[in-house]
């Protein structure tokens, strides 16, 4: 029998993707194709006075200037520019709606040309000037005037009285920056013009969502517009909510009435969203022996004046560890940037770093390995609820990873471990992510020939969605790999939710199965009026599709071949398409969980930190396909480097602008960053959080890293750098 | 708008091109010739992901005018394979993962073919400085690595 | 980018020739530095004088047994060749911790001479810079300045040379060969880069018109006694916080010559006579290489997010006199620091 789920396979877009023949969104054209370039603000804050557009339009080439005060028509209310992940709370931003600037770098004019040369320097001739309002970008100021959202966490018990006579007691603030996600690709939307219809190729993480969003801002019905996104080069949750240009793109053909192509720059992409910055003050109050009595985290997070982006940092600490009693804030702070917004792992990288970090910092008071804290406070239960996990093999992580690390050769003082001149620092933490997945619609269509094609509106954005899904595919239906293919990005297809949180191959893995199930329940019927069936009163569960047959499960030599069976109906397909929706498991906490440990050299004199090797032990229920989900996990890791070392968005607050906006500037790990990394899945049956036991791995993989990190320059040096990235210059300054 | 006539040898290819000055190298070959192989991630040199290779030597193509190139040879990702067969480099790199969103994929393999043939990096860490111009955010370092020294056994 | 005029240079006469006749012409050659501008719209140039076909690749012997490097070597070729690899291991290093392999393979010499700042306010035209529009201001200063100098600095500028290769060139005492409109003529590298002063637009000392041929080094290589030690905020493909070019010619365990030059710290590659009049006749210590630090750094000044590198300098300075007395240059591909 096929097994390909469970074993390692490689990309079935490899080739595509070697060649250079996937096609991303500015990589499709029409013959008559427009290409547009935008001009954005210079300042934070104010109104546009007036725009000069004469020199630009004198430009061979230039098509027309589009501002707000001559594009066609959008939308009026909120309701139309509020995507299905937007925040709650505000007011979505709207390209090139009105007079208002909001940040630094929205744009203001979007120019359109015959070739995107003329298009750019079009642009840098419009003349634009402004009446400025003061601004606030500095979170340091913008801190005092947070405002406190609903309690995030139910408090357990007196956590103030019961740190305050707690026996062994740490304290501390910790910072992480706001941080870009900086995928390879530019932010692009190719909108092909056909009578009025517009196809819009985009760089998105969610095709329907994207759809559903510009049929709203530009009044249309669904059918006029189709969003298609086959391959997407990197997104990481940049691309979870529409992205501007895709509307200006469509606001162009509009205007045009051809086909336009929007690629942002690199700069521009700036101005899209980012992690939010933020302060967190832990405090943790412990027995002498290590038993947590005491949890307290503080959260204040930014976002923009207009819309009120937050995840939950806080949530984090109040799951994972035993402690008696809990209490949580979250502040929420103001600037006139961008709104924030989700990016791999949001509030898990950020929250789980500060907890693991602190966790280290009480290590230390008490004189205790970090491991055996972690395992004197570890819970079965979520502490919030005090339910059970469907599945927690966070122990054997522990374990796996120590032993792979060759943690117990670690001497404890700081300072203790040397090689040369470089100190040597070993550091862990814990990591912790949700187990989540969505309603997923998805369509199988089975041909006489015996192929089969599998169809879902979702993404692959790198995470592998293509191949797991061939794989899913191939073992339901009994069919090699090479027989499936499939269809996703493309909003016409079945519904899906966006990609991201980790819930997509939980999703449309079980969405697989149950089409497969419809599919084979056809075929039964089907062999059922073949002359001499064999299968004449079996039941659907008692014959299954392996080996490119129907076959019997009691006895498999009863068996015909699938292709047989359809073409016996005189039919030349079986489709079906079917929808899953997950039961609610209110009896269990779903999560994944890692335990990360790290190596870090640093130069005594210079401050030099080098990252030797990472392991990472994942617990993250059924692993579908290993090779995949280690370069995932890999990837997160590699992400956690960045975090921990290198990733910081420097704003000048008096200009209220984001100065290191590229990649030379903003500091994201090279190649010779990036030693050993080990990735270690330990077993985890789930029968509980969905039908496969699927538990995700999107984002699991950078919790913790960033504080493993800290943690080992902590052990290597002496010095404890809380402020997020550890650059060399912050060891030395406290040293 | 001044024009000026570029023979390019692409892929083999003999290319004639009218271009204007300020067109790249980069923007020729993905708008102009639909060779979209070769990507444009920061369109400055500062990440690799346009990475070809110009008369035999990796380059960025971004930071370079067509015009300046007339008579020169250029292989694209699209060129690298023969018949149909895979490049050593390209199969490994499907063979140990070494990409995961396919966006830096054609400048790393550019890269990595020409780290081969000037044979001046042999270790781990060596491979490493001399990749260390394409940022893969991905972060599938180790397998591009890996690959790498995969494809210097077999070649 | 704007549109520009785009011709090709015949010979070295016929580049000066155009260059003279038009004072917003470029020159490009590898034009890593130059398209990079220009899409930024920092450089606006009417026409590009395309020179990279001119004769200027030749890496030759002089009569007084140094070495010319022809202005249009590019990166790669002048750090694998092997006289200088050989002969010159400290420029060949400091070529190599610089950038990428891609753009290596497309600078030329010439053209990293002439590289401009990487301050982020030079790069980005919404904002004042006296270097990029003169008499706008300095937003450096009270602004985001990690990246900017700490020596040579004056109130209109504090903007940094970007170079590793200039500052070995610095340390080797090379020349540089320059035609103009009124002859040829030589520059030391001590006067080719300027401070910024209250020009801070100039960056060289290159007058209107004039083309660099060629780079002269003397024999003198310090082929055994040599580091290029650069600290920057990744391990690799990121412009210096500190680099240090260090090279000392050691008889009998004392110092005879040294040779000090600093990168990422001001506006030029940064030698300083009496700090290297502090290291010579002097025994090989600690306590000597210390001393020369301090000389060297005495008129350091910090503006705030950049204070750090007055103490980063120091002690990668001493790292660096050890390494090159040692014989343990660093390795530009091991990234521990020998």
């Known amino acids: 029998m096929t097994n390909y789920i469970g074993t390692a396979t490689s990309r079935v877009d490899g080739r595509d993707k070697v060649t250079g023949v996937a096609r991303y969104a500015a990589e499709f054209g029409a013959p008559d194709l427009v290409h547009a370039s935008i001009v954005t603000s210079p300042i934070a804050k104010g109104h546009i006075k007036r725009i000069d557009r004469a020199r630009a339009m004198d430009v061979e080439g230039v098509i027309a200037v589009l501002t707000h005060q001559d594009r066609p028509a959008m939308a009026d209310s909120d309701k139309a520019y509020k995507d299905d992940v937007a925040p709650e709370e505000g007011s979505p931003f709207r390209p090139l709606y009105d007079d208002r600037i909001q940040f630094s770098g929205q744009p203001v004019a979007l120019v359109l040309a015959e070739d995107s040369e003329t298009a750019s320097y079009a642009a840098s001739l419009i003349d634009i000037t402004y009446d400025e309002e003061p601004h606030v970008t500095d979170f340091a100021r913008a801190r005092d005037k947070a405002v406190a959202l609903d309690a995030p966490a139910k408090p357990r018990g007196d956590a103030a009285s019961a740190f305050a006579t707690s026996d062994v007691r740490h304290h501390a603030d910790y910072f992480v920056p706001i941080e870009h996600h900086n995928p390879m690709e530019l932010f692009a939307s190719t909108a092909i013009w056909n009578d009025g219809k517009l196809t819009v190729y985009d760089k998105t993480q969610g095709v329907q969502n994207v759809h559903g969003y510009l049929c709203r801002v530009f009044e249309c019905d669904p059918d006029d517009i189709r969003v298609v996104s086959p391959f997407v080069g990197g997104a990481f949750g940049s691309g979870l909510r529409p992205a501007y240009q895709a509307a200006l793109a469509v606001l162009a053909a509009r205007a045009v009435h051809r086909s336009v192509r929007l690629v942002l720059t690199r700069q521009q992409m700036y101005a899209l969203g980012y992690r939010p910055a933020m302060i967190q003050r832990i405090q943790l109050g412990a027995t002498a022996d290590g038993a947590l009595n005491a949890i307290a985290h503080d959260a204040v997070t930014s976002t923009s004046r207009y819309e009120d982006f937050h995840r939950n940092e806080t949530t984090w600490s109040s799951l994972l560890y035993k402690s008696e009693t809990a209490s949580y804030q979250h502040k929420l702070a103001h600037l006139d940037l961008a709104t924030s917004c989700d990016m791999r792992a949001p509030s898990a990288a950020t929250g789980v770093y500060a907890l693991e970090a602190a966790m280290d910092e009480l290590a230390v008071a008490l004189g205790m390995d970090p491991v055996e804290l972690r395992l004197t406070c570890y819970s079965d239960r979520d502490q919030r609820t005090g339910l059970p996990f469907s599945s927690k093999n966070l122990r054997e992580c522990y374990r796996r990873g120590a032993e792979a690390f060759g943690w117990d050769r670690r001497s404890g003082a700081p300072r203790s471990m040397r090689e040369g001149r470089e100190l040597i620092g070993w550091g862990m933490a814990t990591g912790v992510w949700e187990a989540l997945q969505m309603p997923i619609t998805v369509r199988i269509a089975l041909t006489s020939n015996g192929h089969a094609e599998v169809s879902c509106a979702t993404a692959d954005i790198g995470t592998g969605t293509y191949t797991i899904m061939t794989q899913v595919a191939a073992d339901v239906l009994g069919l090699p790999i090479e027989a499936i293919s499939i269809k996703l990005g493309d909003s016409t297809l079945p519904q899906s939710p966006v990609e991201g949180g980790s819930w997509m191959a939980a999703s449309v893995s079980n969405g697989i199965v149950t089409t497969g199930k419809a599919i084979r329940d056809d075929l039964l019927k089907l062999a059922q009026h073949i002359p001499g069936s064999p299968f004449k009163g079996l039941s659907n569960d008692e014959v299954m599709l392996v080996d490119g047959a129907i076959t019997s499960r009691a006895n498999r030599r009863d068996a015909i071949a699938i292709a047989d069976v359809v073409r016996a109906a005189s039919i030349d397909r079986i489709e079906r398409k079917e929808q899953t929706t997950f039961a609610k498991d209110k009896a269990h906490a779903h999560n994944t969980h890692s335990a990360i440990f790290a190596e870090v050299r640093v130069d005594e004199d210079i401050g030099v930190i080098r990252v030797a090797r990472i392991v990472s032990a994942v617990a993250a229920g059924r692993i579908l396909n290993p090779k995949t989900a280690r370069s995932q996990i890999m990837g997160g890791m590699v992400w956690g480097i960045g975090m921990a070392l290198h990733e910081e968005t420097l704003i000048d607050h008096r200009l209220g602008r984001i100065m290191n906006a590229n990649i030379a500037e903003y500091h994201v790990p090279v190649n010779a960053d990036v030693h050993d990394i080990d990735v270690i899945f330990v077993d985890e049956q789930d029968d509980f959080v969905n039908p496969m036991g699927i538990k995700g791995l999107g984002e699991i993989g950078i919790v913790g890293v960033a504080a493993a990190i800290a943690n080992a320059v902590y052990h290597a040096t002496g010095v404890r750098v809380r402020d997020l990235p550890i650059t060399l210059d912050k060891l030395t300054r406290t040293a | 708008m001044q024009k000026v006539s570029v023979a390019l040898l692409i892929n083999g290819d003999r290319t004639q091109l009218e271009i204007a000055p300020w067109t790249t190298l980069l923007d020729a070959l993905r708008d102009r010739l639909h060779l979209t192989g070769t990507k444009k991630g920061c369109d400055h040199g500062q990440c690799g992901a346009c990475t070809v290779l110009l008369n035999g030597r990796p380059i960025n193509a971004c930071l370079t005018l067509a015009v300046m190139h007339d008579g020169a040879e250029i292989t694209t990702v699209e060129g690298l394979a023969r018949d149909g067969v895979l490049h050593p480099v390209q199969q490994a790199f499907i063979d140990h993962d070494a990409f995961q969103c396919g966006y830096c994929t054609s400048g790393q393999i550019c890269s990595a073919v020409a780290l081969l043939r000037e044979g001046r990096a042999r270790t781990r860490d060596e491979i490493r400085e001399t990749m260390s111009g394409n940022i893969c955010r991905c972060g599938a370092y180790p397998n591009i690595v890996t690959a790498i020294e995969e494809a210097m056994k077999a070649t | ?338």
């Not at chain 3, 980005?124 to 008499?135: E, H, L, Q, S």
């Not at chain 3, 306590?287 to 060297?296: L, M, S, Y």
């Open chain 3, 1 to 338: 980018m704007n549109s520009f005029q785009y011709s090709r240079a015949q010979d070295i006469a016929d580049a000066v020739r155009q260059s003279a006749a038009d004072s917003s012409a470029r020159f490009i050659a590898g034009g890593t530095n130059l398209v990079d501008l220009m899409k930024y719209d920092v450089e606006r140039p009417t026409r590009l004088i395309d020179i990279s076909h001119l004769p200027l690749r030749a890496v030759e012997e002089t009569s007084n047994g140094g070495l010319r490097i022809g202005a249009l070597v590019l990166n790669s070729d002048l750090a694998w060749h092997p006289q200088v690899k050989d002969r010159y291991p400290l420029l060949s290093s400091a070529i190599l911790a610089g950038a990428s392999t891609q753009l290596r393979n497309m600078a030329s010499t010439g053209g990293n001479l002439l590289q401009r700042t990487r301050c982020l306010y030079f790069y980005d035209v919404a904002t004042p810079c006296n270097k990029r529009k003169p008499g706008s201001g300095c937003s450096a200063i009270g602004g985001v300045n990690r990246i900017n100098a700490i020596l040579g600095t004056s109130e209109a500028c504090i903007a940094t040379h970007p170079s590793d290769m200039c500052v070995a060139l610095a340390a080797l005492d090379a020349t540089v060969h320059v035609t103009g409109p009124h002859g040829v003529r030589t520059i030391p590298m001590a006067d080719f880069h300027r401070l910024p002063g209250d020009t801070p637009e100039r960056d060289t000392n290159l007058e209107s018109g004039e083309i660099v041929t060629a780079v002269e080094l003397p024999a003198h290589g310090f082929r055994t006694n040599y580091t290029y030690l650069k600290i920057r905020d990744r391990l690799s493909y990121a412009f210096a916080l500190v680099s240090v070019a260090a090279a000392l010619e050691i008889d009998n365990g004392a110092i005879r010559q040294a040779r000090l030059a600093l990168g990422g710290v001001a506006h030029k590659p940064w030698r300083d006579p009496e700090a290297e009049a502090v290291l010579a006749g002097q025994p090989v210590e600690q306590d000597t290489f210390a001393r020369a630090a301090k000389v060297i750094l005495r008129d350091a000044k910090g503006y705030g997010h950049n204070d750090f590198k007055i103490d980063l300098a120091q002690r990668t300075i001493i790292r660096a006199l050890n390494q090159a007395a040692q014989g343990t240059p660093q390795s530009q591909s091991d990234k521990r620091i020998a």
